[in-house]
């Protein structure tokens, strides 16, 4: 094993370490709250977040997803070295891929006016999800996301960026933005634009529901449902079934990125409405944003541990 420094990141001084083992894996050593690793065989990153506390995007998740990108980047996207075909996004919450966005973080700086930290957070999530998007700027790359747990707001926004999306059938997922009288403004409405019609994508924003992972599949949103327990499983075995047609299917990617293409400054644009609207919301509103907020904290307010294998640990049956 050797451990390789990896140049500072942009707003970090701290330079990240790569640690290399001797089967060809590859840690990303990022944070606490986030774990990434290469694994030779598959040719495929694996991400996984835990988050501290809420299974949502804090900022400094955000700052650490931007991290791992730029040392993926960096890592894998010169033409000698070694090959990437897969990043997989996934989950250490149970019950959760992500719930969205740090609404008590946004009732803070709603209530100030504070719209220079309100855009510095908006920017930083856009800046994830596009990143994710085109791929993090390595060629000949598939992105899926596993949802093992619900994906609501921005968990799902994050999801709908990458290429594929495996869910578990107990899963439920959608925009509950309009319940506070905001909407899904950091990249949902873009990505869910180039899945389905415009119908169904009004439907989804604009009503607030939860949708069942079968519902998804059959709206064309999820790409496959599969068993509780058996993303990962499902994971790797489309890995392994597509490595004969590896070249025919991440092509297809690209190609699908020139026909229904989607700009960086569509997303800033949208992102600029949404924190227009956000400092423009009333006290019911902010009411509706802390009860949601309150029932976040209630059921995952204290920090999940992972065990020393580095399996997942279930809350108390309490907290479930």
Known sequence: MK???????IGDPTPHEVVEH????????ISAQLTC?????ERAVWTTWLPRGIPSFNLDLLRDLERASELIEAKFSARDSRQLDYIVLRSAVPGAFNVGGDLGYFQRLITAQDRVRLSEYARAAINVVYRNYVTHNVHGVTTIALLEGDALGGGL????????????ADVRAGFPEVLFNLFPGMGG?????????????????????LYTARELYDLGIVDEVVPQGHAVHAAKKLISR??????AQNAMNTVDRLVRPLGVQELYDVVKIWVDSALRLDGRSLQWMQRLYQRQVAIFGKPLE???????????????
């Not at 451990?3 to 990141?9: E, K, L, R, W």
């Not at 001797?22 to 050593?29: H, L, P, S, T």
């Not at 690793?37 to 065989?41: H, I, P, Q, T």
């Open 22 to 29: 001797a089967d060809g894996d590859v840690e990303f050593d």
């Open 189 to 209: 409405v873009s990505f869910l634009a180039r899945r389905v019609n415009r119908r169904t994508a009004d439907e989804m924003v604009r009503s607030g529901r």
């Open 37 to 41: 690793r290469y694994s030779a065989s």
């Open 157 to 168: 926004e994050c999801a709908l960026s990458c290429d594929l999306i495996i869910a578990e």
């Open 3 to 9: 451990t390789v420094p990896a140049d500072g990141c």
């Open 306 to 320: 992972l065990s020393s294998q580095g399996s997942r640990v279930r809350p108390p049956a309490a907290a479930a």
């Open 242 to 247: 597509r490595r004969s047609q590896l070249v």
